[in-house]
């Protein structure tokens, strides 16, 4: 198989509609009524998806999800505050860098890349450090694939006073989370993942209260989230040029979502890809790195074939020439890569990607896996 367009097995950018990308094809001016609603209908949407329109704002920004993250640490976390980051992969580390270079307090607890973070281990870390204001957390590490149990932990850091943010970058919109269950002070996520807009705009929902008390932390100007806050409730616009086709992108793509039957139905057909991967890649003999228990429907590290005869760069070049875009391995220990199971992507070209996979590895006389 060959197409002109490939389709993206990534974690974003990822395969969109067709639909998702016509909806681009007309210029919005930022002061337009029509535009503004499109804003609040896309927050309003997002709001609803884990039912926070009570206890949360919704706070879109431009940029890449790093930018939304980065914000919502720099808004939510007063300066004198301390943040607990808990990693176990890449992205995890990169909430510790955000801290360190905004000059935020931090300690980090890190366990290996295939051992979730527990509940049991952020109750010891909170009783030990009263000083801790703030816990970080990935829900879904996008470096292997990895879930942290989310609910757990929330629990265990409401219980003792804490805060908690969340990247749920590569989840939301397709793992479920209830702002009414899962207490927490800011979740992340951004417009070109499981939603299936196009990358260029991160949203943060924040606690309503805890924004209200936010002025005056941020470092910077343009990734306040007060002040972005503050300027859309009063105008209804964004506070500087907005991403205005990738917000009529995800308008589009919300409507698509909602069409599909919303979270149940885009988590069950991830799910269905992921299982169709890992199905159809055992059958080829290739190892997904994570146990199947703690293995999100998201993105699946394979461990690389060990037949001295594959090389990434090559096999990636093969694959896409047969139209599938693989990711490489995050990992430093273990030779891996990555196939997302996310987009505009059903069981059948999941299916068609592993028979190219196959292909290639016979082309490249790969044999050893
Ligand atoms: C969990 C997680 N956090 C943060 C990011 C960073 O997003 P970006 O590359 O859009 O800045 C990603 C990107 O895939 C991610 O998966």
Not at 257 to 262: D, I, K, V
Not at 321 to 333: E, M, S, V, W
């Amino acid at each position: 198989m060959s197409t002109a367009e490939p389709i993206l097995l990534t974690p974003g950018p990822l395969t969109t509609s067709r639909r998702t990308r016509q909806s681009m094809m007309v210029d919005w001016g930022s002061w337009d009524d029509r535009f503004n609603q499109l804003t609040a209908s896309v927050c309003e949407q997002l709001l609803s998806i884990i039912n926070g329109a009570d206890s949360h704002h919704c706070v879109p920004l431009q940029g890449s999800g790093t930018f939304a993250v980065e914000a919502a640490i720099g808004t939510l976390v007063p300066r004198d505050g301390k943040v607990l980051v808990l990693i176990n992969g890449a992205y995890g580390k990169r909430l510790a860098k955000i801290c360190e270079v905004l000059d935020r307090s931090f300690s980090t607890f890190e366990t290996a890349e295939d051992e979730p973070t527990t509940a049991a281990d952020v109750d010891r870390l909170l009783r030990a450090d009263p000083g801790i204001t703030h816990v970080a957390l990935i829900h879904c590490e996008t470096s292997t694939g990895i879930l942290n149990p989310l609910p757990q932990i929330a629990q265990v850091i409401a219980q003792q006073g804490k805060r908690l943010i969340i990247d749920a970058m590569s989840s939301f919109g397709a793992l479920p989370i209830d702002a009414q269950q899962v207490p927490f002070d800011a979740l992340i996520a951004a417009s070109g993942k499981c939603l299936e807009g196009v990358p260029g705009m991160g949203f943060v929902f924040a606690r309503k209260e805890s924004l209200a008390t936010a002025a005056g932390n941020s470092h910077s100007l343009a990734m306040d989230l007060f002040d972005q806050h503050t300027y859309m409730a009063k105008t209804g616009q964004w506070r500087f040029t907005p991403p205005t086709h990738v917000v009529a992108a995800l308008h589009e793509a919300l409507l698509q979502y909602h069409e599909e039957g919303g979270l149940p139905a885009r988590h069950q057909r991830y799910a269905n890809n992921c299982q169709v991967l890992l199905d159809d890649m055992a059958k080829l003999g290739l190892r997904s790195f994570l146990p199947a228990a703690i293995q999100a429907p998201i993105i699946v590290t394979f461990h690389a074939p060990k037949d001295p005869r594959y090389q990434f760069k090559e096999f990636y070049e093969r694959v896409k020439a047969k139209g599938f875009i693989l990711y490489p391995g995050k990992l430093t220990q273990v030779e891996t890569f990555r196939v997302g199971c996310i987009g505009h992507v059903n069981p059948p070209q999941m299916h068609a990607a592993v028979a190219a996979i196959a292909q290639v590895l016979q082309e490249m006389e790969v044999f050893e896996i």
